[in-house]
């Protein structure tokens, strides 16, 4: 487990307690019979917190690029066979009438 992947469940148990904390918020609401126009400054910056963790584990937990070598057993490409006489063209999209007149009212 890396910083990144640490980074990663940081981040989500901060937005699991900034969605919990608004709910909590709302229903104090409720009770004092007051109307909901945006959650609290301190649950914003909590969910910009654990926004930018997920961002920051997203982008460096899946690791490197490597490289895709042509020549290789692994990559190789399925081609079409030589003999296209088997090929099947049918699909749905012969079902619709091929000039439609539609008109916007």
């Known amino acids: 487990m890396g910083p990144g992947f640490i980074a990663g469940v940081l981040g989500v148990l901060i937005l699991s307690h900034a969605a919990y904390s608004t709910i909590?918020?709302?229903?104090?609401?409720k009770i004092t019979e007051e109307e909901f126009s945006g959650p609290p400054i301190n649950v914003v910056?909590?969910?910009l917190l654990g926004l930018v963790f997920c961002i920051w584990a997203a982008l460096t937990v899946p690791g490197q690029f490597r490289s895709i070598l042509p020549h290789s057993e692994e990559n190789r490409?399925?081609?079409?066979?030589a003999n296209l006489?088997?090929?099947i063209f049918n699909h749905r999209g012969k079902a619709f009438p091929l000039d439609v007149d539609l008109k916007l009212k």
């Open 24 to 29: 909590q918020y709302r229903s104090l609401l």
């Open 77 to 81: 490409v399925v081609s079409l066979p």
């Open 45 to 47: 910056v909590e969910l």
């Open 85 to 87: 006489d088997f090929m």
